[in-house]
């Protein structure tokens, strides 16, 4: 059980819906509230869609690239660790999603790459490599991670009147910090693995 949670809340880190937000909104503000609303469920259940794809086929993606499971932990840790960075020092980049006024997104940038990034496709592929006996928890773990991003992207409006952008800001550095540890962790974890299969 406490695998499960701790797998959920990795899942939902990455995710970074909270980081999201302003995003999603920046990108949806000149359409009709109504519309807004079937465009986020429509892009999340895409986003959904890609991340069981990776998730389903991570072991035959490593074995075809003829990956050791120690490799993609280590890497995986330096790329959660660059995304948590970023969430806790964030850059004003991501303000041009590159859409026209009233333009409405369809899978690129929301699905792809906001909600099924580069860091949580690399993550599934992990964890399909390291639990592929578990894979029914797998699921189960990123579908409440999805349905929690979920429920704050649709409640994005609420979100963003009460906590204001400050607050959302100081969510988003709290869980680069927690990131940062679960990173650190999964690289330690790799450097072992690959010590101990060196020297046996």
């Not at 899942?11 to 302003?22: K, Y």
């Not at 429509?42 to 869609?49: K, P």
């Not at 579908?143 to 607050?167: E, H, Q, R, T």
């Amino acid at each position: 059980m406490f695998d499960l949670f701790s797998t959920t809340m990795l899942l939902f880190l990455i995710l970074d819906p909270l980081g999201n937000l302003p995003i999603f909104m920046s990108a949806l503000k000149y359409l009709d509230p109504k519309r807004r609303r079937i465009i986020v469920i429509r892009e999340l259940m895409i986003a959904l869609f890609v991340m069981l794809l990776f998730l389903f086929a991570g072991n035959s993606i490593l074995g075809v690239l003829n990956l050791r499971p120690e490799t993609v932990s280590i890497s995986g840790g330096l790329i959660l660790f660059l995304i948590a960075i970023k969430m806790i020092f964030p850059t004003s980049e991501n303000n041009s999603l590159g859409l026209r006024v009233g333009e409405e997104p369809f899978i690129v940038p929301l699905a792809i790459p906001l909600v099924a990034g580069p860091s949580i496709l690399a993550t599934l592929m992990l964890l399909s490599n390291q639990k592929s006996t578990d894979i029914s928890n797998l699921v189960i773990a990123l579908l409440v991670a999805w349905a929690l991003s979920a429920i704050i992207l649709l409640m994005s409006n609420v979100l963003l009147k009460l906590l204001g952008s400050k607050g959302i800001n100081a969510l988003e550095r709290l869980m680069g910090l927690i990131l940062i540890m679960i990173s650190t962790q999964m690289f330690l974890d790799g450097i072992k693995t690959y010590f101990l299969a060196w020297t046996s």
